[in-house]
């Protein structure tokens, strides 16, 4: 059994409850209008125009996501949530599925980009933009590099990102009301 996941109880599941109704308000919403515009006429220098989500609505809901998909002990991680449920035979083959969009949401990839010989994937735009651009500026920013190299890749690059976020928001709360909150009902006293 999977240590964070044998600390998870009623409380833990209430708090993740909570915290995944917070990702489901309307301000986070706007993580789905986003817009890249590349014009290119024969023989001339193409334009890219990018319309992103504001910069401070997207740092509000990785903070908030972030303790879905921290690893290190977190008892509120998606992946130990599952557990639990696994752990407590809790809707098994429904818990294994959600458990398995979770863990290949990163290995999707339906836009190839190539930069020399670097493959961008889904799973190094994801992590690069999160780690070098969110949450660890200090870090070497040799991801970012790559990925500002070219003024097409970039907004690519971030359609990617935001793919994945608005995934994981989905997953995150689709899975909060068909199971934890289920759970609740039937368990909580």
Same mark, same amino acid.
């Given at each position: ?117 670097? =493959?961008?994937?889904? #799973? +190094?735009? /994801?992590?690069? &933009? $999160? ?10 920013? *040799? ?10 890749? =970039?907004?690519?690059? #971030? +359609?990617? /990102?935001?793919? &994945? $976020? ?10 909060? *009301? ?12």
């Amino acid at each position: 059994m999977n240590k964070s996941a044998n600390s998870i109880d009623i409380k833990t599941l209430t708090r993740f409850k909570e915290k995944a109704n917070v990702l489901w308000a309307d301000k986070y919403s706007v993580l789905n209008r986003q817009k890249v515009s590349i014009l290119m006429k024969a023989g001339e220098v193409g334009t890219v125009s990018t319309e992103f989500p504001n910069e401070d609505i997207v740092k509000s809901f990785l903070m908030d996501v972030r303790m879905f998909i921290l690893k290190d002990g977190n008892k509120f991680n998606f992946e130990n949530i599952c557990q639990f449920f696994i752990d407590n035979s809790f809707e098994l083959k429904k818990i294994s599925e959600w458990l398995d969009t979770y863990k290949k949401l990163l290995d999707q990839d339906t836009m190839r980009i190539k930069v020399g010989q670097k =493959e961008l994937t889904t #799973r +190094m735009v /994801f992590h690069t &933009i $999160l780690n070098e651009e969110h949450f660890h500026q200090e870090m070497d920013q *040799k991801g970012m590099a790559i990925i500002k190299i070219s003024p097409l890749i =970039e907004p690519i690059a #971030r +359609m990617k /990102f935001f793919d &994945i $976020l608005i995934k994981l928001r989905l997953i995150i709360c689709a899975f909060n *009301k068909q199971v934890v909150e289920k759970y609740l009902e039937e368990h909580a006293s």
